[in-house]
């Protein structure tokens, strides 16, 4: 009898031992591959980015069913308890939630508003991977397609919303991987199926990181401001010489603009700081320099030396007598404020938004801003950015 007890515990041991527990932890980690044009400017500047509170879900293959997930927003990882006797596929999703919860959920198009997605494993074994860390990477070009560049999208996007988002709490930042306009380019307009969203071309909102997040900073704007887009005139020709050769001029075309040229102050200041939160993204403020790529000619330009574009450069020192201003100027404004002064990057939305830029008119811009600072800061911090607007050339 005791041969025999023996005999049948080995066979239950080794039954036991084949069949595998049925509950296994996992640990699950996300990146996305990049390669954007302007990687090695800023000083993030790695191939690679953590996919922080990516949207993914583990299907059974057995079964069918599914199970979905937002990753770390610190970390792109998350533990899983799976059914070790299955197998799994994992896929992630263009979408992305992160600090306070905002929510950036990139989508083909107004007329397919689905996200991409991209199976990281086909066939997960839970049992195979117990104990490890299994790291799946969204590639930059999947099967071979240069012309998709999703993860370059969601990981400055998502990046962007994680390091600066302005007070916001609970919001959606919709992007559509499609052109602005049928002839090209990046914007932010209204969205067919409501609200704002982000439209980013092929050529170069898919390539350019500083490019995605200054589209994601003027809907960020936006959304501080009531959920208006800033009043503009446009950025039609203002330079007195009206010298379209002139680096102070534009192409005088409403889609064409870049850091020279001379634009209506409502213009330069919306862009100005779309140029700034990009900056403040792919640049620490503790740091002595900042380092800004020129999507618009492929430059690097600095956003902490250099001042008074407009004045010195446009006018040969002279104050504009026009409703005028510059991005570049604007840019290196807040760029100032933020590092010089040490105000945060939630004070100076709320000066944005007390300012109403949907209400702008070009010749109230410059003391709408000023007044609106005025009411949220105290008398030193104020006194410093008065100083600047006026060092940097938006003020006079």
């Not at 596929?89 to 198009?109: C, E, G, P």
């Not at 991409?116 to 799946?136: L, N």
């Not at 609970?170 to 380019?185: H, I, L, Q």
């Not at 932010?188 to 994601?216: C, M, W, Y």
């Amino acid at each position: 009898m005791i041969r025999w007890a023996i005999i049948i515990g080995l066979i239950c041991t080794a039954g036991q031992a084949w069949a595998g527990p049925a509950d296994t932890k996992v640990k699950l980690c996300f990146k996305y591959e990049v390669d954007y044009r302007d990687r090695a400017v800023g000083d993030w500047t790695d191939t690679t980015m953590i996919a922080r509170g990516v949207y993914f879900y583990v299907q059974n293959k057995t079964t069918g069913s599914k199970t979905f997930h937002w990753a770390s927003k610190e970390t792109g990882c998350t533990t899983l308890t799976l059914n070790a006797r299955y197998r799994y596929s994992i896929r992630m999703q263009s979408k992305a939630k992160v600090t306070n919860d905002n929510i950036i959920t990139l989508r083909v198009s107004p007329d397919n508003p689905i996200n991409y997605g991209w199976t990281a494993d086909a066939d997960f074994s839970p049992m195979q991977k117990a104990g490890r860390v299994s790291t799946f990477t969204w590639p930059t070009h999947p099967g071979g397609d240069y012309s998709i560049r999703v993860s370059n999208i969601i990981a400055a996007a998502s990046f962007s919303l994680h390091r600066r988002y302005g007070g916001l709490k609970n919001k959606t930042f919709v992007a559509y991987r499609e052109p602005c306009n049928p002839s090209g380019g990046s914007c932010l307009k209204n969205d067919p199926n409501g609200g704002l969203a982000v439209f980013l071309s092929a050529s170069g909102g898919t390539r350019n990181k500083f490019q995605i997040s200054h589209e994601i900073g003027h809907l960020l704007a936006a959304k501080r401001n009531q959920n208006e887009r800033t009043n503009t005139s446009g950025y039609g020709l203002t330079h007195q010489s009206n010298d379209k050769a002139s680096q102070c001029a534009d192409a005088n075309d409403d889609y064409k603009h870049h850091f020279y040229s001379e634009e209506y102050v409502s213009s330069a200041a919306n862009e100005g700081l779309a140029h700034f939160y990009a900056a403040a993204i792919w640049n620490s403020p503790n740091d002595n320099d900042c380092d800004w790529y020129s999507y618009y000619d492929g430059s690097t330009i600095s956003c902490e030396t250099g001042r008074k574009y407009l004045i010195n450069t446009c006018y040969g020192g002279q104050e504009p007598k026009l409703d005028t201003g510059n991005e570049l100027d604007w840019m290196r404004f807040w760029w100032d404020v933020h590092t010089d002064c040490d105000i945060n990057f939630e004070p100076i939305m709320d000066i944005w938004d007390r300012s109403n830029p949907h209400k702008w008119k070009d010749r109230k811009v410059v003391r709408k801003i000023m007044r609106a600072a005025r009411k949220r800061l105290n008398k030193k911090d104020y006194r410093c950015l008065k100083n600047e607007a006026i060092g940097n050339g938006v003020k006079w």
